[in-house]
């Protein structure tokens, strides 16, 4: 069964589901602009007895809406206060795009928390992929009294891949028009932060993953050579694996902690 609940942090309050379980957690990261909502379906088909937490990063999903414009370094301060809030000591960080960028900065900022770190979609960007993603994202969910933002979300989230089912397709959109806000904030520094900075400096066990239908593909045959010491694992899938394929990514993710990890 997954549960819900809510962890209070400096800020405000950080919502997560978890599946129970034993042993060294493993807490996830999610992308933009979704919500711990699309590692449910990873939840179900993990093989292990390993608990897995999912939690909404602060602007998305059940979490706290923060005031101004949060640096990476503070989404990730926030996210590591959860993690120590809930007692759960040091666990296997697990990050999909975005989610990425925060786990890296929490494993580079928050050693002692880091058993381990995989990550879909390592976004080893070089500064002129990052200038050229700020002209895609974000996107402008200013909202209308038409009504024209809620297309345009819907169309967006078909964009990135978000339409391989409609159930699929409306919860992201369901997810971005609550993001509205916390979208437009994390893509204004995402492109800013130094991850490949970060991705050298990771001391704990590291594995990479990607398919060969994510836009972050690119980035992903470059962290390979960046860290030849981090296992790399190709998925099946687009830019939405564990909902296009739960059960490849929950036993790919779970054979990398399990080396790390005597409870899995």
């Not at 292990?48 to 939690?55: D, Q, R």
């Not at 974000?138 to 989230?157: I, N, Q, R, T």
Request: one cysteine or more; charged letters at 20%.
């Amino acid at each position: 069964m997954i549960r819900r609940g809510y962890v209070d942090v400096g800020d405000g309050q950080i919502h997560y589901r978890v599946r129970a379980g034993r042993g060294t957690p493993v807490v996830c990261f999610h992308q933009t602009a979704s919500s711990g909502a699309m590692y449910e379906a990873v939840m179900r088909a993990w093989p292990g007895a390993h608990p897995v937490y999912a939690l909404d990063t602060p602007g998305f999903g059940g979490s706290y809406d923060p005031e101004g414009q949060p640096t990476m370094a503070q989404y990730a301060d926030r996210l590591a206060e959860a993690i120590q809030a809930l007692g759960l000591g040091a666990v296997h960080l697990f990050g999909h795009h975005t989610g990425a960028s925060v786990a890296v900065e929490i494993a580079v900022r928050y050693p002692t928390l880091a058993r381990s770190l995989a990550m879909i979609g390592p976004v080893t960007i070089t500064a002129e992929e990052a200038q050229f993603f700020k002209t895609l994202y974000p996107k402008d969910f200013v909202l209308k009294a038409d009504g024209s933002h809620v297309k345009k979300m819907w169309e967006y989230v078909a964009e990135i891949g978000g339409a391989s089912s409609l159930a699929l397709h409306h919860r992201e959109f369901v997810d971005t028009a609550r993001a509205w806000q916390g979208h437009l904030k994390v893509y204004s520094v995402i492109w800013d932060q130094d991850f490949t900075g970060h991705f050298r400096q990771v001391k704990c066990p590291m594995a990479i993953l990607c398919s060969q239908g994510d836009i972050l593909w690119p980035m992903y045959e470059r962290a390979k050579s960046l860290r030849p010491d981090a296992t790399a694992i190709e998925l099946e899938g687009t830019n939405f694996q564990p909902d296009e394929a739960p059960a490849n990514v929950a036993q790919a993710v779970h054979g990398f902690v399990s080396q790390h990890d005597r409870g899995a």
